[in-house]
């Protein structure tokens, strides 16, 4: 995960993230939903969005494919809070005016 923040002069804040959780190719497992969440400190006022890097499964551009062979069905999408996928790759806006600390809340499934 890339989260930036916004305005000129503003670096950004990197880390990684490899989670592996069951995806069945028409849908998810309903019975595991991981929450997890980046605790964020920036300038108020300040626009958030973050960038979830990784490998896609074939065919989708919001479910993170398994890097590990022997497991070739099991993979992990993210979700939002209100259950909308994050698309890996591109920008999300999550906070359009940020306050001194912040919690990005996210689910795993």
Do not use: W
């Not at 190719?25 to 300038?43: C, I």
């Not at 209100?82 to 600390?101: C, F, G, M, R, Y």
């Amino acid at each position: 995960m890339l989260a930036e923040k916004g305005g000129a002069g503003h670096g950004s804040i990197a880390s990684h993230l490899r989670l592996l959780n069951p995806y069945r190719g028409n849908g998810r497992y309903p019975a595991v939903k991981k929450e997890f969440q980046f605790a964020l400190t920036s300038d108020v006022s300040t626009a958030v969005s973050v960038t979830f890097e990784g490998d896609s499964l074939s065919g989708t551009d919001n479910v993170l494919n398994n890097a590990y062979s022997g497991n070739d069905n099991i993979c992990v999408q993210m979700l939002f809070n209100d259950n909308t996928p994050v698309k890996l790759e591109i920008k999300n806006p999550v906070i359009s005016s940020a306050q001194e600390h912040v919690i990005l809340k996210f689910n795993a499934c």
